[in-house]
């Protein structure tokens, strides 16, 4: 999904890292999945995006929106 989401950056992006929290574990809650998203870009600064969301395909989703 992040491949083809960010596909039209491939040849400006060297890495991207996925950062993938339940920040309450076990226990049940809202907006506790975290993503954090770090793409490094040729020639520039780091940028990284945060996301909450209920499950980790909306936090993801959300993140790669942003």
């Known amino acids: 999904m992040l491949s083809e ?3 039209r950056f ?3 992006i060297s890495r991207l890292e996925v950062y993938l929290t339940d ?3 076990k226990k049940n809650g809202l907006m ?3 993503c954090v998203l ?3 870009i040729t020639g520039r600064q ?3 995006v945060k996301s909450k969301a209920d499950t ?3 936090a993801v989703d ?3 929106d942003k």
Request: charged share 40%; glycine share 4%.
């Open 38 to 40: 770090e793409a490094r």
């Open 46 to 48: 780091p940028i990284a």
């Open 23 to 25: 920040e309450t574990g």
């Open 56 to 58: 980790i395909h909306k």
């Open 5 to 7: 989401e960010l596909s």
């Open 32 to 34: 506790d999945k975290r």
């Open 10 to 12: 491939s040849d400006q």
């Open 62 to 64: 959300e993140a790669v």
